[in-house]
């Protein structure tokens, strides 16, 4: 095996890395302008999910929600679907929020609706009582 003499590489020096971004930068999935990409794509996902959960919820709740609260959560999603295609990510994002803000509403509304204390689904169903067993407590001997 050879040996480098520390004293034959004077003067050579290996490139340093500077703040800048590399071609392995540029080429590496997930850089710069990928990333954003993702994040807007991202964002427009959970809008799309929050606005189909309000949906369903308006179906399966409107009768307990008050007329205000289902137009206003309508609207927020009508909203959603209009600016999650086309619409810029600020856009996109500021729907998003709207949405939350309605789903929060809709949730205190129900929440109010089922009283404090009361599980979701309606009063919980009577408890059965326990039989009273006689139990003995003895002890045995292995033959």
Do not use: C, W
């Not at 954003?36 to 606005?51: C, P, W």
């Not at 500021?94 to 509403?105: C, D, I, T, V, Y």
């Not at 109010?112 to 407590?137: M, Q």
């Amino acid at each position: 095996m050879h040996r480098i003499n520390p004293q034959h590489l004077q003067g050579f020096h290996l490139p340093q890395r500077t703040g800048g971004p590399q071609l392995d930068d540029v080429s590496r999935p997930g850089s710069g302008q990928d990333k954003q990409r993702r994040e807007e794509v991202e964002q427009r996902n959970r809008v799309e999910n929050l606005a189909y959960q309000l949906e369903k919820l308006i179906r399966e709740s409107k009768d307990k929600l008050a007329a205000a609260t289902v137009q206003e959560v309508e609207a927020a999603v009508q909203e959603a679907h209009r600016v999650r295609e086309k619409g810029t990510p600020e856009e996109v994002k500021a729907a998003g929020e709207r949405l939350e803000r309605a789903s929060h509403k809709a949730a205190e509304e129900l929440y109010k609706s089922t009283g404090p204390g009361a599980p979701p689904g309606g009063p919980p169903p009577p408890a059965e009582e326990k039989k009273k067993e006689d139990v003995v407590d003895a002890e045995f001997k292995q033959v």
